[in-house]
């Protein structure tokens, strides 16, 4: 699972919620039937009963024609009773039986929601689980993001630094040139004058000579 990418979580997350989906409605539907047979038990079972009370209220009435017949019929009187038993016990058989079918579909009912809530349970918490998966990788790309965004900025500020200083070198290179030049120019210049003057005062000097030679 740690290996896996966001994309194969989440197809993996939607093949979990189909299954969970299934058993949840599979476990619905069995809780169904299982209401649908207790409730046509319930309905056997009030049958019975009633006709049980029916049965209970012949008896009765069937003791007063036994006593009768106790008198004028003792051979029919048994028959009667045997008969009366044999119906009697029928019915509380068929009665016990449905009782016990009620309580162990009441137990599976029981059971089948246990179940059930457990498997929302589970389904919430897994739910849950893949939220904060989801959300925990979107903030590691972010982050991630947020990052290489900080060292695009910082490389490009250091770019931005060293053109600026090459720049203020070039410059300052230019400035130093421009200024020797100055310097050789005005030197040169002085230079010049100097040798001019220099000049200048030898011919006059060879002038003065000459005249006092004519002289």
Do not use: W, Y
């Not at 449905?98 to 162990?104: E, R």
């Not at 897994?126 to 939220?131: F, K, L, N």
Request: glycine fraction near 0%.
């Amino acid at each position: 699972m740690g290996h896996l990418n966001v994309g194969e979580r989440v197809d993996m997350n939607k093949d979990m919620d189909s299954i969970e989906q299934n058993r949840l409605q599979a476990l619905i539907d069995m809780n169904s039937q299982h209401d649908k047979e207790i409730k046509q038990l319930k309905s056997r079972l009030e049958a019975a009963e009633k006709k049980a009370e029916k049965f209970n209220s012949h008896i009765k009435e069937s003791d007063t024609e036994l006593k009768a017949l106790r008198v004028h019929n003792p051979d029919r009187m048994k028959k009667q009773i045997k008969r009366l038993q044999e119906q009697n016990r029928i019915l509380t058989d068929e009665t016990t039986i449905l009782k016990a079918k009620k309580k162990q579909l009441n137990q599976q009912v029981s059971d089948c929601n246990k179940e059930l809530e457990q498997l929302r349970a589970e389904k919430a918490a897994e739910a849950a689980e893949a939220a904060e998966t989801t959300e925990t990788t979107e903030t590691t790309e972010t982050t991630e993001a947020t990052e290489a965004t900080k060292a695009t900025k910082a490389t490009k500020a250091t770019k931005a630094t060293n053109a600026t200083k090459a720049t203020k070198a070039t410059k300052a290179t230019k400035a130093t040139k421009a200024t020797k030049a100055t310097k050789a120019t005005k030197s040169t210049k002085a230079t010049n004058a100097t040798k001019a003057t220099e000049a200048t005062e030898a011919t006059a000097k060879s002038s003065k000579k000459s005249k006092k030679e004519k002289k």
